[in-house]
């Protein structure tokens, strides 16, 4: 009986979420049909200017480009991240020392921050820089709040065998705290991208989905701006499908 709820409750999350996309679907072929063909382009050409990332040489490799540098920026601020969860640890007020420089990242405009880099930087680790400033405060606040949310008489536990803290760290807390890196990698990488692109963007960056935008943007192709859209929504819906499976595998060997 509650395999069969279970079921029925499946199919139910996957009809709607179909339904919804149908909907997205059915709003914008009626606004493409009734309202202005150059701003509301059809639906068949922005899927013809989305299949150019699969076909075209040009487009196929600037997504690449991007998609590695949004990679690149999540590894780079993940492991940043938990280096400070490390001294978190380790000993509390350390993190402090951290502080100013963390809070600066969460509320300085990005766009200003991209701009100084494109003067001061070399071009290329801009997308990185700035991608970083979001992302490790982002991953660092899930760390230190899982850790946080550890029950105490496992804490009370730890402290009385005097564990090593590299012991405590990676055999007890970071496993503990998985799903929790996990929400937060999914989060990063649909910010990421976004931050990423926008970077590229805003610097010209070549071989780049940013450049790409600027140049459908000059030449007022509107169908391929959406298809951009599209792409960048499409690969983070598998990495998200990729983490997910990932997440369930973990717990099935857990159990």
Same mark, same amino acid.
């Given at each position: 009986?509650?395999?069969?709820?279970?079921?029925?409750?499946?199919?139910?999350?996957?009809?709607?979420?179909?339904?919804?996309?149908?909907?997205?679907?059915?709003?914008?072929?009626?606004?493409?049909?009734?309202?202005?063909?150059?701003?509301?382009?059809?639906?068949?050409?922005?899927?013809?200017?989305?299949?150019?990332?699969?076909?075209?040489?040009?487009?196929?490799?600037?997504?690449?480009?991007?998609?590695?540098?949004?990679?690149?920026?999540?590894?780079?601020?993940?492991?940043?991240?938990?280096?400070?969860?490390?001294?978190?640890?380790?000993?509390?007020?350390?993190?402090?020392?951290?502080?100013?420089?963390?809070?600066?990242?969460?509320?300085?405009?990005?766009?200003?921050?991209?701009? *100084?880099?494109?003067?001061?930087?070399?071009? &290329? /680790?801009?997308?990185?820089?700035? $991608?970083?400033? +979001? =992302? @490790?405060?982002?991953?660092?606040?899930?760390?230190?709040?899982?850790?946080?949310?550890?029950?105490?008489?496992?804490?009370?536990?730890?402290?009385?065998?005097?564990?090593?803290?590299?012991?405590?760290?990676?055999?007890?807390?970071?496993?503990?705290?998985?799903?929790?890196?996990?929400?937060?990698?999914?989060?990063?990488?649909?910010?990421? *991208?976004?931050?990423?692109?926008?970077?590229? &963007? /805003?610097?010209?960056?070549?071989? $780049?989905?940013? +450049? =790409? @935008?600027?140049?459908?943007?000059?030449?007022?192709?509107?169908?391929?701006?959406?298809?951009?859209?599209?792409?960048?929504?499409?690969?983070?819906?598998?990495?998200?499908?990729?983490?997910?499976?990932?997440?369930?595998?973990?717990?099935?060997?857990?159990?």
């Amino acid at each position: 009986m509650e395999k069969n709820h279970k079921k029925i409750s499946t199919l139910a999350n996957y009809s709607f979420l179909v339904s919804g996309i149908l909907v997205i679907l059915l709003i914008y072929f009626l606004i493409s049909y009734f309202g202005n063909e150059f701003v509301f382009p059809s639906i068949s050409s922005i899927f013809l200017e989305f299949g150019k990332f699969f076909y075209s040489y040009k487009e196929a490799t600037y997504l690449l480009f991007s998609f590695l540098r949004v990679i690149l920026s999540v590894i780079i601020s993940f492991v940043i991240s938990l280096f400070l969860t490390f001294l978190f640890v380790l000993y509390k007020p350390l993190l402090n020392f951290f502080k100013p420089i963390l809070y600066i990242f969460k509320v300085a405009p990005l766009a200003a921050i991209t701009m *100084f880099l494109f003067i001061s930087a070399p071009t &290329y /680790l801009v997308p990185f820089i700035v $991608s970083s400033m +979001i =992302l @490790i405060p982002l991953f660092l606040e899930a760390n230190i709040t899982s850790i946080s949310n550890i029950n105490k008489d496992i804490l009370d536990d730890l402290a009385l065998l005097e564990v090593n803290v590299f012991i405590k760290f990676f055999k007890v807390f970071l496993p503990m705290i998985f799903p929790y890196i996990i929400m937060s990698l999914l989060q990063g990488f649909g910010l990421c *991208f976004k931050i990423v692109v926008m970077s590229e &963007y /805003l610097i010209l960056q070549d071989n $780049s989905l940013g +450049i =790409l @935008i600027s140049t459908y943007k000059d030449s007022l192709n509107t169908a391929g701006l959406l298809a951009c859209i599209l792409i960048i929504v499409f690969y983070v819906v598998v990495i998200d499908l990729v983490i997910y499976l990932a997440k369930k595998l973990f717990n099935k060997k857990i159990v």
